[in-house]
């Protein structure tokens, strides 16, 4: 009785502090695996001595296994095909070819320098080829780099962590047995992957067909239907051979995926959620149990070894396996930069230190020991270094150029000529064939269909443009169109048009930009723009009297004589949106309503009818800068 309660007590104080750790990390905007470690030292044995993992023998070793083919499940399923495509050969070669190099970079930095034995080093250097999707996937969610770079970094997390356990098993094995045989260690470790790459695929497929048709099933009951499907393809993988089991939970989530379910959305959250939980429990079992005095007494030596394998091996790994690919040398040496290691680590050196001690068989708390130290150094420097890192590179997603615009009309095609003018990209998508033949005689890029279709986005090259902007008549359709785009592309600025507060409490448009500014009447617009009644200008905010510019500008805007459409900052050109707060030395691009210019043709019998700024003098025209002359184009109007 009295064990079964301190199993409870341990499992309680487990699942609160790995939360606690959570919620921290949330608030904090740092990767939580920072406060699981610290948390779970704190609880463990060497602190406070709340948690003893210990305690639950050979369970341990059935709960880290269920919980890691559910992370590598998850991530699985969230891998953006489409995206992954475009870096897949580096992906390849980082998978094959940078295990290789890892395994001998990592073996020889542990053997030099911390003075391991070669069976030794070259068994830890198995445990740090694999950079976790738990830890790599929340570092990208709060620092949003450039698209590809995020794709080859999930990409990489994801499909080497099977390859890295499976490699260390075998290396294990090699250790205890005494007898090195690197062709019998190649074809063990091609069979267990090819075994659970058979069953994944089968198992994928049945299991998304199974889910399509069974209608009679709520989606909960789906999600929960789902769970143990995979945990019995990984029961039957492991029986089949030994260790394939989490190669067949990564394909089987990327089959899911690839096959596509209605429910794939609430199948997503209830699986990152269950993640979010196995990550925190794991985290904190495993740190509880880790000796602090371990490792200290690894030495000096063992932070070079980590920092080579960070400064040295990494990026020859990344360097070498990215040399034929199209990203360029700042994507690569932000790759190069984040390398940090998760839980697969962590979980599989934590049992090798348990199987070395029971074989009798020295070293295995020493590699426990340098794993984490290995872990806690790339989360923490990598961790809190990556946004700094991303914005001095200029590779974050912000910093994506072009647009996607969905609706055809004169103020729409007005802002894709502006925007190739700046030789940035832009699609035009309408489902009207005169407004798109309208758009292809300005010579912008058209598509004639529905927005709603993601493989017209996927065409349009939405998963490589900086900017979506829904601007149909309708604005309840122009919301849905902008907040499908953001869920299912996440391009880094979405704007629409739509009225001011459409159902104010409603969550779906936390996402979505208000473009230009509340209730802009674009019916209106688009006529001054047909008659000729517009002239086309740009202002420079200065100081002295910013705030004096501001206030003419905004006075001219409510009383419906100007619209506000673009923003050129530090180079970077972007359209406005109704919430931005218009900063020193902002360029801005507007209309300014003005029907004389209609009179003027009309009396010189020109038909001009396109509105560009090469050719129309309105920019000199049109006051810049000075609050002044703000005034007089204000006094003008009167």
């Known amino acids: 009785m009295e064990t079964s309660f301190e199993i409870t007590l341990l499992m309680v104080i487990t699942v609160v502090s790995g939360i606690s750790a959570q919620v921290l990390a949330d608030y904090f905007k740092v990767p939580a695996i920072v406060f699981l470690l610290l948390l779970g030292i704190l609880v463990g044995n060497d602190v406070l001595g709340l948690v003893h993992p210990n305690l639950l023998g050979e369970g341990l070793e059935v709960i880290v296994s269920l919980c890691v083919a559910l992370i590598l499940f998850e991530g699985g399923l969230n891998l953006e095909l489409r995206e992954i495509g475009q870096v897949s050969g580096s992906i390849r070669n980082l998978v094959t070819i940078g295990t290789l190099i890892t395994l001998i970079g990592g073996g020889m930095a542990a053997h030099w320098l911390s003075e391991f034995p070669w069976p030794i080093a070259f068994l830890y250097a198995s445990l740090v080829v694999v950079t976790g999707p738990t830890v790599v996937g929340p570092l990208l969610k709060q620092v949003s780099v450039d698209r590809r770079v995020a794709a080859l970094l999930e990409g990489e997390g994801v499909l080497i962590d099977p390859v890295g356990a499976i490699l260390a098993v075998l290396v294990l094995n090699v250790v205890q047995s005494g007898t090195p045989d690197p062709v019998s260690l190649f074809q063990q470790l091609i069979l267990r992957l090819g075994i659970g790459l058979v069953v994944g695929v089968l198992g ?41 089991g989490l190669m067949t939970a990564v394909v089987t989530g990327i089959v899911v995926r690839f096959v596509g379910l209605p429910e794939m959305r609430q199948l997503l959250r209830f699986k990152s959620q269950l993640t979010m939980l196995s990550v925190s429990v794991l985290f904190i079992l495993l740190a509880a149990d880790l000796s602090l005095q371990s490792i200290v007494a690894l030495g000096w030596g063992s932070l070079l070894t980590v920092l080579v394998l960070m400064l040295v091996v990494r990026p020859l790994n990344v360097w070498l396996c990215t040399f034929n690919s199209s990203l360029n040398w700042r994507q690569k040496l932000f790759v190069s930069w984040i390398g940090p290691r998760g839980i697969v680590s962590a979980s599989v050196s934590s049992l090798f230190a348990i199987i070395l001690t029971q074989r009798g068989i020295n070293g295995g708390d020493s590699i426990k020991a340098l794993v984490f130290l290995t872990i806690i150094m790339t989360v923490v420097v990598q961790g809190l270094t990556a946004r700094w890192v991303a914005n001095g590179l200029g590779i974050t997603s912000s910093a994506a150029k072009g647009a996607v615009i969905v609706g055809s009309n004169p103020m729409s095609r007005l802002i894709g000529r502006l925007f190739q003018e700046r030789g940035e990209s832009v699609v035009i998508i309408d489902t009207d064939a005169e407004a798109c033949e309208l758009a292809k005689q300005e010579g912008l890029r058209v598509y004639q269909s529905s927005a709603l279709d993601t493989n017209v986005l996927e065409e349009a090259g939405l998963e490589l443009i900086g900017t979506f902007l829904s601007m149909t008549k309708n604005g309840e359709v122009n919301l849905v169109l902008a907040q499908r785009a953001a869920e299912e592309f996440r391009p880094p600025r979405v704007l629409a048009v739509f009225p001011r507060d459409p159902q104010a409490k409603n969550s779906n448009i936390e996402t979505v930009q208000q473009a230009f500014i509340p209730d802009i009447p674009l019916k209106q617009w688009n006529k001054y723009l047909e008659a000729q009644e517009i002239k086309l200008g740009e202002t420079v905010l200065k100081q002295p009297g910013l705030e004096f510019q501001r206030s003419h500008l905004r006075a001219l805007i409510r009383a419906g004589e100007l619209v506000p459409l673009l923003l050129e900052r530090q180079g970077n050109f972007q359209v406005l949106s109704a919430s931005e707060t218009w900063q020193v030395d902002d360029h801005i691009i507007y209309l300014l309503h003005d029907p004389k210019p209609k009179l003027l043709k009309r009396l010189s019998g020109s038909q001009q009818s396109v509105l560009t700024l090469e050719k129309h003098p309105v920019v000199e025209e049109v006051p810049i800068a000075l609050p002044t002359q703000v005034e007089k184009v204000e006094t003008e109007k009167e």
Not at 206 to 218: Q, R, T, Y
Request: glycine share 8%.
């Open 204 to 244: 994928g497929i049945l299991l998304g067909w199974s889910l399509k048709k069974a209608i009679f099933l709520s989606e909960d009951l789906k999600n929960l239907v789902a769970l143990a499907a995979l945990w019995g393809l990984y029961d039957v993988s492991e029986v089949v051979i030994s260790e394939s």
